[in-house]
């Protein structure tokens, strides 16, 4: 006797098992995208390493330095260049990368556009390594007061502004005994964390100016100073 063939009966495809693995496709597409755009770097951001980090900025030194205490003594009003370039070779020798709550920055560069500044950096933040942008258009209010203004605030092309901002107000409160004897630092730094206007009051060795203008071009800052006793 012949056997009769078994007929097999084709597997039918799952709806559930369908969306899973759609979902589950979705979902590592958005993770690749999110890395990529965490990922992202600015053209801007150039940071350089200066030659001998150990020594003091040439540029602070010989310019920048010169230029403030040569102006400061005449007690008048005067004016102050400060180039982008010799700026942040001055931030390049600081000690970095700096804690700024669970997170670690380093690698800063700072740019001077018509009316907009940018603060650019490498930041570390669980696991996650991104160029960090803050991007601020600075104004005086009426009664002499200056606001950064903060626009945005971005890790590589993801919005984080609130994100950085409860992490510089931990690192802040962390840190509060680096302003000891220097309130108005103190002040001036919880109003930029705020997003708040601040005096524009600076002491730099036993010399006090107030800013009372400023103006942002392109590589430059210039501002007006005025020095009190």
Known sequence: ??????????????????????????????VVGVLRM?????GEYLPTAPANPQQVSPYLTHKLGPDFF????????????????GLNDIISRWPW???????????????????????????????????LLIQAEPFQTQDGQVNLN?????????????????LAKMAF???????????????????????????PIFAISRNTVKVTDFSLKDRLLTMTCVPSK
């Open 173 to 199: 409160q962390e840190n509060l005994s680096a302003f000891e004897g220097e309130p108005q630092a103190e002040a001036a730094v919880r109003a930029i964390i705020n997003n708040e206007a601040f005096d």
């Open 150 to 166: 903060i626009q945005s605030i971005r890790l590589g092309m993801l919005p984080v502004t609130k994100l950085v901002a409860k």
């Open 38 to 42: 965490c990922r992202y770097k600015p």
């Open 1 to 30: 006797m012949k056997k009769e063939k078994s007929e097999k009966t084709p597997a039918t495809r799952s709806p559930l098992r369908f969306w899973g693995r759609a979902i589950c496709l979705l979902t590592v597409l958005g």
């Open 97 to 131: 990368p700096q804690p700024l709550g669970d997170a670690q920055f380093s690698n800063p560069v700072i740019v001077f556009s018509e009316g907009t500044i940018q603060l650019m950096g490498r930041l570390e933040y669980k696991g996650i390594s991104s160029v």
């Open 70 to 85: 040569n102006q400061v003594q005449l007690e008048e009003p005067f004016i102050l260049e400060v180039e982008q370039a």
